[in-house]
């Protein structure tokens, strides 16, 4: 290969699920990346103009990003196709195998599972990016670890998530005031972190409400007039002070009266309407519009307001309970409420936030709905529910790429991903068996019994992302588990914990080695340039599959097409919508060659012009069962799925948490200790969950650790920088300690994502339920001294558990745990 004798440089998106759709400039020569910059990366001589600019939307890298040379060439990348000789979890068993020996084994097991689904009706095979989709019905995951509680409360209340993904980040520049709720910017979204601090230069008062002084805490809030920059509240009671402040809000008549009586529907009682929805009925298919609904007695939301002034005592009982719950002042409280109802308009910021990743995190989301609808800010320019896009919401048009087969997918059978120890171990997700059999049948057409019981014999982690050994709750109980699977496969880069405990791991490209069009969850059109050869034996996701396909007689593939030919057939015949025309009469595509070279399409909005989804709808035309807004959802309480079993926007206590320390000082668990502080799970800087904990140089700047106030280190007889164990019922983490005063006594902090590491001289006694007689036993398993936070996280399901909509979410803060010099039993 000739030498290049000067450096190239190629703009890329750099696809990763933070959400972030960060650009890239890979510094290129002879075929490898020697330097990653980010897109801000301008050249400084009259460079202020564009630094500072707002539109479009400035895509400038993190750390991530830039670490992402290391992670492309890292030493421990996969390279060769492997499989298990010991024991899953043993890293040690992996010998290399040819490609060949790899395929027709998994297509033997996909044989396998095939004579299964004569028994069974389907194959008991959990198929992630796969290929089961087309050998017949096979199972599947519903449930989001990222969004599901906040899907819940979206369904609910305004209509499905996908359809309504909030304002767009230049209209925080029509706000009066603007609320950060538990979202910390400077960690996950790095676009939103430099729009808001714009707006803080513009002047626009800004309260940061978290349970951490989070770095977005310390340089983003203002405070506006008597409520303070940041507000700090205890995990999982964010709804309580949500339910207080409303209750401000009505008491002090701050509240729209004419906005909730034509929008809204539950918040008065014996509310009716005769619905104009233009949904259906999950389940049934049939047409809400028509069909009249009213709110039974004593679930309006003004009869839980009154109910809440009974059980405390009056309106200064109210604020008084929250505050004794929250840790927030009650003058603060009441200060925030009337200052958010009466600045007009008032934005909310949240996002996919702490709050909602916790057992009570559906009515955390439900709340600030229903006091963005009390206030009118959910429908108008600078206001919002809580939710913020990621662009300014208009796309280019563009032709998906070509299908890779004629073959029509089968719907899977759904189970709930945070119950999957349990489906593998007694074939249940939480539903009774006859739920589960109700549902299926309506679902899938099978019937499969009546004692319906699900069947998990085979995973396959294909073309997808996503590290589910590692990212869901109680994983000494998925240990258990993961025994009773008689096949694993896994596609992956590096040896992630899932990778760890498969039979077979296959190694896959990284995005830098393949090309194609993205919308990385915005609207913006971004070109992923993959520059780089493939690298050692690993091959894309879809050849894989593409190849067990062609093993078991399956006509899929992409007929040689290559990534070039797809992508120019569908920039060939992209276009501008119309009605962004009307914004921008003058907008026009780049050309073919243009838009590789940019790798970035924005079709940007100025801030008088900001669309707003929810404003578009009309009255009682919304995408819920009543048309309206649902402060109470008739389709829930039909269901009754709800795992608080409450249909209503309000407070629902957790299944543990803040209560039981005030109540018992705190919980006594079946180890016979009382756990006595709460813990949280933030999203981290240095990870975008479990990507980016292989790389030393973000791991030695960051290192996984327990953050913990010096008050609580204090009466342990703990120091900074000591090894702790962090413990409860459902394992033990091994780790350092930081001392803060960042967080609250009684509360400690180890971030998310984090891979399952199990130590080989240290085990520990865990108490949990595995054979589903409704009791917890006694497992002993080792000390993981990964600092995985799932170790301690018990496999509950939060949200809504029906599979007809994605509404359940993640348990990941707010329980309770022990920390200690010493190791407990």
């Not at 301690?792 to 803060?813: K, R």
Request: with cysteine; hydrophobic share 35%; charged share 25%.
């Amino acid at each position: 290969m000739k030498a290049d004798k000067e450096m190239k440089t190629v703009m890329t998106l750099h696809p990763m699920h933070c959400g972030g759709a960060c650009m890239l400039k890979l510094h290129m020569k002879n075929g490898r990346v020697c330097k990653v910059t980010s897109a801000g990366d301008i050249p400084r001589e009259g460079s202020y103009e564009k630094d500072e600019a707002l539109m479009p939307i400035q895509r400038r890298a993190c750390l991530l990003g830039i670490s992402e040379k290391r992670r492309i060439y890292a030493p421990d990348r996969l390279k060769y196709p492997m499989k298990q000789t010991l024991e899953r979890g043993n890293i040690r068993g992996f010998k290399r195998i040819t490609w060949d020996e790899a395929l027709d084994t998994i297509a033997d097991w996909y044989r396998e599972m095939l004579l299964r689904k004569d028994d069974l009706g389907y194959l008991p095979v959990w198929d992630e990016g796969g290929i089961a989709p087309y050998l017949g019905p096979y199972l599947g995951r519903f449930g989001n670890p990222s969004s599901g509680n906040l899907q819940a409360a979206t369904f609910a209340s305004i209509g499905e998530y996908s359809k309504l993904r909030g304002n767009p980040p230049m209209d925080i520049f029509n706000a009066k005031y603007i609320v950060i709720w538990g979202n910390d910017s400077q960690a996950t979204v790095p676009y939103l972190a430099f729009a808001m601090m714009k707006a803080k230069e513009e002047g626009i008062p800004i309260t940061v409400v978290d349970t951490r002084y989070t770095d977005t805490a310390s340089s983003m809030g203002t405070g506006c007039g008597n409520v303070p920059r940041y507000i700090c509240v205890r995990p999982g009671t964010d709804s309580a002070m949500l339910s207080a402040m409303a209750n401000v809000i009505y008491r002090k008549n701050l509240h729209d009266k004419d906005f909730l009586k034509k929008y809204c529907f539950g918040f008065y009682p014996g509310d009716s309407v005769i619905s104009k929805s233009p949904s259906k009925h999950p389940v049934t298919g049939e047409p809400y519009e028509g069909k009249a609904f009213t709110v039974p007695k004593g679930l309006s939301f003004v009869e839980y307001l009154d109910e809440m002034q009974e059980e405390h005592g009056g309106y200064d009982g109210v604020l008084s309970w929250a505050s004794n719950l929250t840790g927030t002042p009650k003058d603060v409280i009441e200060e925030f409420a009337i200052q958010y109802a009466t600045a007009k308009p008032a934005f909310i910021c949240s996002k996919l936030t702490g709050p909602q990743r916790t057992h009570n995190g559906m009515y955390f989301s439900w709340m600030l709905i229903a006091l963005s609808a009390m206030t009118g800010n959910i429908t108008k320019k600078g206001g919002g529910f809580g939710e913020i896009r990621a662009d300014d919401g208009y796309s280019v048009k563009l032709d998906p790429e070509p299908v890779l087969t004629d073959m029509e997918a089968h719907q899977p059978i759904l189970f709930s991903i945070f119950k999957l120890s349990d489906v593998m171990l007694h074939g249940l997700d939480g539903r009774t068996s006859k739920e589960l059999r109700e549902d299926v049948l309506a679902m899938n057409k099978i019937d499969i019994g009546q004692d319906a019981r699900l069947k998990m014999e085979m995973y396959v982690r294909g073309a997808v992302g996503g590290n589910p050994f590692n990212q869901f709750q109680n994983i000494n109980k998925r240990t258990l588990a993961w025994d009773k699977l008689k096949y694993v496969v896994s596609y992956e880069r590096f040896m992630t914990s899932t990778a760890a405990w498969s039979d077979i791991v296959l190694p896959t490209i990284t995005n830098f080695e393949e090309s194609s069009f993205r919308m990385q969850w915005v609207s913006d059109t971004f070109v992923v340039n993959g520059p780089i050869e493939h690298m050692y034996e690993a091959k894309p996701d879809r050849w894989i599959n593409e190849q067990i396909a062609l093993r078991l007689g399956l006509d899929y593939g992409r007929k040689n097409l290559t990534d070039r030919q797809i992508m120019e057939e569908q920039w060939s015949k992209a276009a501008i919508p119309e009605e962004y025309k009307e914004i921008n009469p003058e907008a026009k595509l780049p050309s073919f060659e243009e838009i590789l070279e940019t790798a970035n399409f924005q079709l940007p909005v100025p801030k008088e012009k900001t669309l707003i989804q929810t404003a578009a709808i009309k009255p009682g035309e919304f995408d819920t069962d009543t048309g309206r807004i649902n402060f109470y959802s008739p389709y829930y309480a039909e269901r009754s799925r709800m795992v608080l079993e409450v249909p209503r926007a309000q407070y629902v206590r957790p299944y543990e948490g803040y209560e039981d320390i005030i109540k018992d000082g705190g919980k006594l668990g079946a180890k016979g200790i009382r756990y006595t502080l709460q813990f949280i799970t933030p999203h981290a800087a240095q990870r975008a969950l479990s990507t980016y904990g292989n790389l030393p140089v973000i791991g030695e700047q960051r290192p996984q650790l327990v953050e913990m106030h010096p008050e609580d280190a204090l009466a342990r007889g703990i120091h900074d920088g000591d090894l702790v164990y962090v413990f409860n019922d459902y394992g033990c983490i091994k780790l350092p300690v930081m001392l803060t005063k960042r967080i609250l006594p009684g509360v400690v902090s180890i971030a998310q994502g984090a891979c399952y590491r199990p130590s080989t001289t240290e085990t520990y006694e865990a108490w949990f339920d595995a054979d589903n007689d409704g009791k917890p036993e006694k497992h002993v398993g080792p000390v993981d001294v990964g600092g995985c936070t799932n170790t301690i996280t018990t496999d509950l399901n939060s949200g809504v558990l029906d599979p007809f909509f994605c509404g359940l979410g993640l348990n990941a803060g707010g329980a309770l745990c022990e920390i200690s010099l010493q190791k407990p039993r």
